[in-house]
Nanobody, 123 residues
């Protein structure tokens, strides 16, 4: 199983980014997908989750209202649209796959992880 995150970069405050996560070897249709982020010196933080069962979406408080997660079962990919970016959004963003259908927000509930993509927001 491989997860490949991409789409990060250096942007200015107020800009938008669209992160993508391509998967291979994963039974994508029975895995929920999530995004986490980790800033230097901080713990990995939940960002967003989309259920494989009913497509329900959940967002962390830090990005709620500024982000949209979407999954494409035909392409086995998940994307995260980040809008109105702030300097505090600077982090490495990771995609992950969980076998749980309900809302999960902790790292231990995810089985597979991508390598991360760096997002840097300048003020």
């Amino acid at each position: 199983v491989q997860l490949q995150a991409s789409g990060g970069g250096l942007v200015q405050a107020g800009d938008s980014l669209r992160l993508s996560c391509a998967t291979s070897g994963l039974r994508f249709s029975v895995y929920s997908m999530g995004w986490f982020r980790q800033a230097p010196g901080k713990e990995r933080e939940f960002v967003s989750f989309v259920s494989y069962r009913d497509g329900r979406k959940y967002y962390g408080d830090s990005v709620k209202g500024r982000s949209t997660i979407a999954r494409d079962n035909a392409k086995s990919t998940v994307t995260l649209q980040l809008d109105t970016l702030k300097p505090e959004d600077t982090a490495v963003y990771y995609c992950a796959a969980s076998p749980y259908a309900y809302r999960v927000t902790t790292t231990r509930e995810f089985d597979y992880w991508g390598q991360g993509t760096q997002v840097t927001v300048s003020s």
